[in-house]
DNA sequence: TATGAATGAGTTTTCATTCAT
DNA sequence: CATGAATGAAAACTCATTCAT
């Protein structure tokens, strides 16, 4: 008799109309009474379903992290090789910054920025990238030993190729029309392989 | 008999202010009251030198590009050939993202995320990053030839290098504690190396 | 469940704040802060249901507007003759001018003197002043035919009556210690009937 | 040896540059940085002129006066009858009115509206009107007698007048394109002059 | 759950006025 | 006389949040 929650829902509603007012019209605009409009719903509404505005922010965190993960887990249980696990995570994660979801793209860009001084935000960015950078310094790892190389570069390696993820996202959204279409993903994985075919090899 | 204008060094004392500030706290907390407290001056004098934030902020961009491309151009000078000079370039941009000036850095991945909507920054970033890719471009395809390369693959490197840098002072922005020590300078160098090395000759 | 709306109302008592506030205390000084304060209503809450103070402004202009014409619609009922009707049109407008709203009469002044520059208020200044020329040229040459004479003169004299309509409550409204009491009405309607009967007949 | 004063020009340079910044920008837009942007003078040198904003003002309405008085003179000089001096007084004040000088009626049209609430305002103005309502109700008067009338009427008569001229300069400055042309100086000496035919005789 | 009015602290910006030079 | 930097109070407007309905 009594009606059922539709809380779930609501605040998906309204993370994804954050994601697209933040996308659309930076952090400094992206206010309550922007999101409710976006969503469709009221500030009051708004605020039933989270108590604070930073709350919706961390929920888009999440969601953002959830949605490439899932992406990844898709792409790696077709991927028999090292090589080709690499390749999935590099897709998985370069497709969104070549065109697939441009607003998720530069949502995260905007979240990375507010990560500088916002307390909160840093530290769900940062355990993000730590699990990214975890996650790609193993699948290098791999890759190198199957090459018949010594793993101790792929810290490294792994770090490096995160800033280039990270900052190709930065310049698809804020400087696309100068960057050459589609370079990201081929010339990442390009580099990879000649980084560590000329690796010296594991005696 | 009239005063002695000193507007030039205040603009700069607020721009260096405003940088402190954005690094600091943010751009949410980057508010006029908050600049002049940190510059030491009332927000009317503030406004009596800048009209709006906004042109605080295109000054700040104007500033840190000039500063980069003074330290590239103080590098450059003692480069000999085309390896040192893509080495020049890249420990130039590569310092600030390791340590050298982290408030400037961070000021930059804020600004980068700014682009994203505010139109006339979003020019001037763009500007700026158009100005490094085709130096990157020029300083790889002196080196792919010097090394009896073609120079072909020099424009989507320089795109992927430049992301790797952008990239770079993000994380050392907001992640800084999972990131590896000073990883950036040298390992893109070696990937810049072997990537060439394993490029096909120039026929 | 949801809660009623109370805009409407809210909407007047602050377009009828302002009207006492402009009246009161002049354009300068008819802040949102003393606006609200009339109202006994906060200033956030002004800004809630008018978006800009130039808003308000203009929902002053509609209200004074409707109730002269309403007033018109009233007298004019019971008028008979065409001298009857411009006799009504007379007393409507200058009842006004002479002690029944000395508050209204004010604040239209001052806006005439805001519609010298602000585009807005100058559009809608203009139109009334339009549509009480056509009204008031109509109804003299309804006048002037009724009394066999040619209906030429009327745009002219309309003109001029609306001028010193507008005039009188200048005057009534910043200078009335030195103005004879009530003199308008009846020393207008005198030189209208002068004026006509000396107009040349209709051959 | 000393520098000659030059104080009453720069006064008079400023009047001039409130003059034309009120009738082109409004009361509200004609602060002292703009009415020294106009004069291309500092606002220092505007305040050492005179001390407060206020006394600008006095000192503009000064010289409106002045300035109508003047041209007033002048048609006096020449005209022989009572017809002739009030035609020329007429003349005087509404070729203002028609075209002249539109800025100065804009000017004199924003002062109306000031005087309703500025303290200091209304009183200058409403001296300049009771000297306008003297001044006409007298040249009404001698009209009246020279015609063999009573003058009793002259008093409301030049109230009413006098309120029509300020009302055509409203008219001209706020809704000129609705308005006919030039109809105000020919109109109202028609109406004087039927009014005054009618007038009983004076037995 | 949902609405939308209401608040109050905060934001950028303006401006008359002062004053050192 | 003249300049132009500097101030401080006040302006319009914004916004996260609360709350009555």
Redesign the interface.
């Known amino acids: 008799m009594s009606r059922k929650s539709n809380t779930q829902q609501r605040r998906q509603e309204i993370t994804t109309a954050f994601l697209r007012v933040l996308?659309?019209?930076?952090?400094?605009?992206a206010t309550i009474q922007a999101i409710a409009k976006e969503a469709a719903l009221t500030p009051g509404l708004i605020h039933y379903h989270f108590s604070t505005k930073a709350e919706i922010l961390v929920e888009l965190i999440t969601t953002l992290t959830t949605v490439f993960e899932a992406r990844f887990e898709d792409l790696l249980s077709r991927a028999k090789t090292p090589h080709e696990r690499l390749r999935a995570y590099v897709e998985a994660r370069l497709a969104k910054g070549e065109g697939e979801n441009p607003e998720a793209v530069?949502a995260w860009?905007?979240i990375?920025?507010?990560?500088?001084?916002?307390e909160e935000v840093?530290t769900l960015?940062?355990q993000a990238?730590?699990r990214e950078?975890r996650l790609l310094q193993g699948l290098l790892a791999d890759y190198l030993l199957d090459q018949g190389k010594k793993e101790s570069s792929a810290?490294?390696?792994a770090?490096?190729l995160?800033?280039?993820?990270?900052?190709?996202?930065?310049?698809a959204?804020?400087?696309a029309?100068?960057?050459?279409k589609r370079?990201?993903a081929?010339?990442?994985l390009?580099?990879i392989e000649?980084?560590v075919?000329?690796e010296p090899a594991n005696k």
């Not at 990375?112 to 916002?118: D, H, Y």
């Open positions: 996308a659309n019209q930076g952090y400094e605009k530069a860009v905007i990375g920025a507010e990560a500088i001084k916002q840093r960015y940062a990238i730590a950078l810290r490294h390696l770090a490096t995160l800033s280039t993820m990270e900052g190709s996202f930065q310049l959204s804020a400087a029309e100068h960057m050459p370079y990201a081929k010339t990442v390009l580099m000649r980084f075919a000329l």
